[in-house]
């Protein structure tokens, strides 16, 4: 069984930056790739950033390409985010999530941790 903790949400006002991290624990040897994810008030939830654990091959969503970086920790299953330029469109509740194998999708997922921006 696999563990995902989310940490850094907060709230900045528009133009500010913050980080997001996330560290897996348990049996994390075959996670396949990492990402965040965010789900507005009355959305459905959408991928923000993925990093393959592999390669490190990276995707990130139109709405935050050139804003956001995600990066791991090749010494443990951890992962980052840097958000940068935030805009109030950006509020949401991020969560992060791993993919078990490449064929599972993302199966296991944190607990979430709001971001706010605002003025």
């Known amino acids: 069984q696999v563990e995902l903790v989310e940490s850094g949400g907060g709230l900045v006002q528009p133009g500010g930056s913050l980080r997001l991290s996330c560290k897996a624990s348990g049996r994390t040897f075959n996670l396949y790739a990492m990402g965040w994810f965010r789900q507005r008030p009355g959305r459905d939830r959408n991928v923000v950033a993925m990093?393959?654990?592999?390669?490190?091959?990276?995707y990130y969503a139109d709405a935050v390409r050139g804003r956001f970086t995600i990066s791991k920790d090749n010494t443990e299953y951890a992962i980052d985010m840097q958000m940068d330029n935030l805009r109030p469109d950006d509020s949401a509740v991020y969560y992060c999530a791993a993919s078990s194998t490449s064929s599972s999708g993302y199966d296991i997922w944190g607990q979430g941790t709001q971001v706010t921006i605002s003025t």
């Open positions: 990093i393959a654990w592999r390669g490190g091959t990276t």
